[in-house]
């Protein structure tokens, strides 16, 4: 079993940043792939971001050159440093944790982006 914890939302003014961290309960970075999603209300989950084993990464249009992933092996820590922000970036944001049939969640993270 594996838990995840997110923490860094908030509410900031367009074109503000903030960095989102999740804290994973055991090193699972070498055979997990570690994401971000977001889900805004009404609408469907969907990807923002993800990082391989490898380090691989992967980032959603809409975020290319705004948001970067990273990890901390050693603190276990996935991070997402978001700038640049939108009104239209304003959801909760989850960490994820995926490897072959295993599918971990984390409780969420709001952030809410308004002037």
């Known amino acids: 079993q594996v838990q995840l914890v997110e923490s860094g939302g908030g509410l900031v003014q367009p074109g503000g940043s903030l960095r989102l961290s999740c804290a994973a309960s055991k090193n699972i970075f070498s055979s997990y792939v570690m994401g971000w999603y977001r889900q805004a209300p009404g609408k469907q989950r969907e990807l923002v971001a993800s990082i391989t084993s490898f380090g691989y990464i992967n980032y959603a249009a809409f975020v290319k050159g705004r948001f970067t992933i990273s990890r901390d092996i050693a603190k276990t820590t996935v991070y997402l440093q978001m700038n640049s922000l939108k009104p239209e970036d304003t959801a909760v944001y989850y960490c994820?944790?995926?490897?072959?049939?295993?599918?971990?969640w984390g409780q969420g993270t709001q952030v809410t982006v308004s002037s």
């Open positions: 994820n944790a995926l490897a072959a049939s295993l599918n971990y």
